[in-house]
Every structure is written in C-alpha cells, then in structure tokens.
C-alpha cells in the first residue's frame, strides 16, 4: 500500500479521496489555487501546496503536479474527475516520473477518449453500438448531408473528444445540418482542442444507464450493477438512482455482460464506467467509457457496500480485486441529488457567493458528500456543484420518500441552490413510480420550478401590469 498519495482536483472529489486515504492509513497532499485557499480539501489534507495563483491553471499543469508530488515524497497521484483525469497525456507523465497513476493506462485512456475509435472497438466485438459515421471533417458537404439521409433524421453530432454535454448538437432537418457541424465543431475544438466530429442516430427518449466496473492490473473485472441516470438537463445530469427501478434481470444480466466485455477489450484496470443508451423497446447500445471515477459512484458505493475511492486505490498498490462476479448483489435502491449553486429562475445561472448558514440532512441511511461549509465564499471560477445528497432505502419508492425528507432538511444559507428544483423533481408522480426517460426534464420544466420563482414572476409581470395603466 502507498505511503502517501497527492490528490490532483479539488472540490467534494477531492475531499472524498481524502476521507478514503484516511480510511487506508495513507497520507495525503492537496493541491489548491489561490483562489481555493479557504476550501475544505487543504484544511483536511496532510499537506498542501500552492499551485497556480490563477484559479485554474495550476489544476491543468501536468509539470507543476508531478514536481509537487516528488517534493513532497507522494508515490502515486489520484486525479479524481475533471481536469486532467482523462487526459493521457498526463498520465503518461505521471508513470514517466516514476510515480503511480490511479487509474487505467495512458492507452486505455487515450483509446476510450476519442469515441470513434472507441465506438469501433465495441462494434468489432458485437457490443451494439448507434448506428453512425466515422470522423466526418474530410468529408464534403454532400457526403455528410448523405450520412444524414441513410441514418435517418434526427440525426446527433458529437465531438470525438467530447464529453460532459459539450460538443454535441440533435439535427432533426436537413436545413441546420450544416450549420450544426460548423458549431459542432468550434465548441470541440475551444474545449477539447480537437474538432473532429462523428455522427449518430438521434435515439429519442431514451433511458441512458451506466454500468460501473472495477479491474484489477491482473486481467479479472467485474460490473458493480449499473445507475439510471436519465434524469438530465442539457446532457448534464441531476439525479441518479441504483439499480435502476426499471431493469429487468435478463436484460441486467446482458448489459452487464457488454460492460464487462467493454472493458476486456480495452484492456482496462480500476474503476470506470460503461454508458449506455437504452431504447424504448429495451434495445442497448454502448455510448461512451468513461476512465475515471464518477461524480455519482456514491449511489454505487451505498449499494454494494464497497468503498470505490479505496478500491481504486487497492487496486493501483498492486492487489488483486477478490471479488467475483457472484459476490455483486443490489442492497436496496440509492438516489444521489446533486445540489448545486445556481439560481432555477435565471435559466439556472451559477450563483456564488458566501455562505452564512449550511444545514446539512441528517439521519438513518442519508449521506452528504459536500465541500462548503458556514462563512465559506465560493469561488465563481469553477463547477456549480456544492453537494451531494444520498439516500439508501430496501425499495425505490422508499428510497425516494427518504430524498424528499432530506431535500427538505438540506439547506444553504447565502447563495440560491438547485434544492426545491430537485426536491419538485422526486415530488413529481412520474418520477416516483420510476418512469423517465432523458426527456424528463424539457418535459416538465415549467411544472419543476420552485413556486417561489414562479410568484416572482407573477409579481413582476403584475408590476409591469401596473406600471403601464398607472396602477397602484
């Protein structure tokens, strides 16, 4: 087992990471900008160091990591998710500098991020993929509007190495094709620095589930039961609930089966997590790998009883995984909501700011993994999520009855939360009997909104009202 063990990420995943080094006996090392000098994952880590007095520079500086974890005699960095965690790069010089990534190989990494590649690796395997095109920026305008015409309309365009809801637009007429490509492209190449651009069939309203899965650097690997996570706004997600309360055994049992054959084939190790879209007739098809651990593993973790982070660790020391396929058995259903910083009444704009009072749900079977804390600021630079709140229940409708009472008891002084907008959500009869799909929320927006919004806008329309016929 390692010694100590520097954490390249910040946030909730970097205080998680810090919870299970503590757990294992390993030292840790943080990391932080400037402008996360008050944040929780310092005041909790073993050492800290000052990387970037910008506030995201030094989370993107490969050098400047590697330097800090070999001056602080850190054997193996964990990147947790975002910024660097899929970057092969990175990885690469972590294992060049003699230290431990955790996490799958450079390779691996690099092969599951660009996801046309990915998409015919599992296609040459028999693992269903949507039906699509290789990378379309050679190909003349008449080609891609001929692409479109086979697949049918609507058709999606996605950056080859997109992710987190970036780089995809739905065409459903000829008319915008082109026009999408061309965003397509900008936005792929302003985030990922790579404009390639694939094109899919449109799958409409479909159920988007995700396997998660843990191998050893020995070749054995196994799926922890998979997360519905279908509950989404603009391809980022909000809620997300395992098992899902829709998966029958058989088609469990086959999906399962792909995640792991996904895996194999890539040659993967440690955790990461197999996407999937499933259709209205229960048709599935491989999406995407993600090679890092996700935001939501928690609902995994509460499930299974297994400790992921530690697991992920375990596993990058050289242990072998000792879990056998059989061994994996649901315990109950978990929802995990994510509360984050933002105002629902301005198309949920981000809102930081200082917070003056943080209650926190507590209870029976009801865990909070957050980085805020009472009189913390903040800081606009980064990722709005503030919290996140799971539940474990033996049913689904138990477990969400247990959300709705902790949404209810969580709260954040200071700063506007996406709280009521979730809570509404795990309200909704829909939701509660389990039957969603990625459209859920276009489809019940207006219903969604808290009601104190929606009398701030009655009042200002009545204002305007007022305002115009001299009315007092």
Known sequence: MFKKILIANRGEIAVRIIRAC????????????????????????????KVSEEPLKGYLDPDTIIKIAKESSAEAIHPGYGFLSENADFAKKVLEAGL????????????MGDKNQARALMSENGIPIVPGTKVL????????????????????????????GRGIRVVFEEKDLMDSFEACKREAKAFFKNEDIFMEKYIQNPRHIEFQILGDNYG??????????????????????????????????RMGAAAVMAAKVSGYSNAGTVEFLLDETNNFYFMEMNTRIQVEHGVTEEITGLDL???????????????????????????????????????????PGRIIGYYPALGPFVRIDSCIYKDYVIPPHYDSMVAKVIVRASSYSLAVNKMIRALGEFKVEGIKTT????????????????????????THLQHLIPQEVKDEIFVAVANAIGFKYGLE
């Open 309 to 351: 982070v530690a697991r992920q660790i375990r596993i990058a020391s050289g242990e072998l995984l000792e879990l056998l396929q059989s061994d994996i058995k649901p315990q109950g259903f978990a929802i995990e909501a994510r509360i984050n910083a933002e105002d629902a009444s301005r198309d949920f704009a981000p809102n």
């Open 137 to 164: 920026n050679q190909n003349t305008q008449e080609e891609i509007k001929g692409f479109a015409d086979k697949i049918g309309y609507p058709v999606i365009l996605k950056a080859s190495a997109g992710g987190g």
């Open 100 to 111: 431990v990534f955790i996490g799958p190989s450079p390779e691996v990494i690099a092969k």
């Open 419 to 442: 709280t009521e907008f979730l809570l509404n959500i795990c309200r909704e009869k829909n939701f509660g009997r389990g039957d969603f799909d990625t459209s859920y929320i276009e």
């Open 220 to 253: 054995n690997v196994i799926h922890l039961l998979e997360r519905d996570c279908s509950i989404q706004r603009r391809h980022q997600k909000l809620l997300e609930i395992a098992p899902s309360p829709l998966m029958g055994e058989d088609l469990r049992r």
């Open 22 to 49: 503590n757990d294992l006996h390993v030292k840790s090392v943080a990391i932080y900008s400037e402008a996360d000098r008050d944040s929780l994952h310092i005041k909790m880590a073993d050492e800290a160091y």
